[in-house]
């Protein structure tokens, strides 16, 4: 199972990107997705996921109102919206898979994980 994250770079605070992860080797629409980020010295945290039943979402909260995740079975893509960003938000930013319905919010509940995409914001 390969997951590939593009869509990162640089942005200034406030403005919006949309990031993305395909997924290959794995039935995609049996699988439940997981965005975490990870900035310099920081752990791992949880950000978004979206389940494979019913598209169900969570968000962190520090991100509800602000980041959206949606999914293209169709495409084998997850793309996770990231609005008003701030510089808090700088991190690399990973995609991690799941072949539970619920997609967990636990880092160590996921089996695949992608290298991640680079998100800088300037102040």
């Known amino acids: 199972v390969q997951l590939q994250a593009s869509g990162g770079g640089l942005v200034q605070a406030g403005g919006s990107l949309r990031v993305s992860c395909a997924v290959s080797?794995?039935?995609?629409?049996?699988?439940?997705m997981g965005w975490f980020r990870q900035a310099p010295g920081k752990e791992r945290e949880f950000v978004a996921a979206?389940?494979?039943?019913?598209?169900?979402?969570d968000y962190a909260d520090s991100v509800k109102g602000r980041f959206t995740i949606s999914r293209d079975d169709a495409k084998n893509t997850v793309y996770p919206q990231m609005g008003h960003l701030n510089v808090e938000d700088t991190a690399v930013y990973l995609c991690?898979?799941?072949?539970?319905?619920?997609?967990?919010?636990?880092?160590?509940?996921?089996?695949?994980w992608g290298h991640g995409t680079q998100v800088t914001v300037s102040s």
């Open positions: 080797g794995r039935l995609f629409s049996t699988t439940s």
């Open positions: 991690a898979a799941s072949p539970k319905v619920f997609a967990p919010t636990g880092a160590n509940e996921y089996d695949y």
């Open positions: 979206i389940s494979w039943i019913g598209g169900r979402t």
